[in-house]
């Protein structure tokens, strides 16, 4: 099931014009790169909280 969701979205992906593609790219790497600050945040409040 999770692979063919992957497989999906890929092919989607695939089909887009360069332009698009550039986009979705950055989109994502812009999520991963807030999704990762968002952790290192929550693990320097937790170590304030056990301080």
Do not use: H, P, T
Not at 39 to 50: H, P, Q, R, V
């Amino acid at each position: 099931m999770k692979n063919e969701k992957i497989e999906k979205i890929a092919e989607k992906f695939m089909s887009l014009d360069e332009k698009s593609k550039q986009f979705v790219a950055g989109y994502m790497s812009a999520r991963i790169e807030a999704a990762e600050e968002i952790k290192k945040l929550k693990e320097e409040i937790k170590a304030i909280k056990e301080s």
